[in-house]
Nanobody, 125 residues
Framework: QVQLVESGGGLVQAGGSLRLSCAAS????????MGWFRQAPGKEREFVAA????????SYADSVKGRFTISRDSVKNTVLLQMNSLKPEDTAVYYC??????????????????WGQGTQVTVSS
């Protein structure tokens, strides 16, 4: 089992940047494929980015491609989401997720077994 704790959210103006961090504890971090999802008020949870156990071949939602970067640090047991050129439509609660059953778990939230509590990102226009 793994515990996930997100941090780094906040309020930023459009065009600004934030870096979200997800700290993992428990079972060996390298055993998990990781992902970021977000949920805006009144909307369904949506995929943002995913990364494999080894940290290669990241994938992104079309809405964030070219602006967001997912990475993982196996020494610090963290997964990062660097968010640049933020837009008001990026406003949401951002969740970190882990999957222990696959090398890479992709964009389906049903593929993930563990979730953090979420961190709020608000982008003002």
């Amino acid at each position: 089992q793994v515990q996930l704790v997100e941090s780094g959210g906040g309020l930023v103006q459009a065009g600004g940047s934030l870096r979200l961090s997800c700290a993992a504890s428990g079972r060996t971090f390298s055993s998990y494929a990781m992902g970021w999802f977000r949920q805006a008020p009144g909307k369904e949870r949506e995929f943002v980015a995913a990364i494999s156990r080894s940290g290669i071949s990241p994938s992104y939602a079309d809405s964030v491609k070219g602006r967001f970067t997912i990475s993982r640090d196996s020494v610090k047991n963290t997964v990062l989401l660097q968010m640049n050129s933020l837009k008001p439509e990026d406003t949401a609660v951002y969740y970190c997720a882990a999957s222990g059953t696959a090398y890479y778990s992709g964009s389906r939230y049903q593929n993930y077994d563990y979730w953090g509590q979420g961190t709020q990102v608000t982008v003002s226009s």
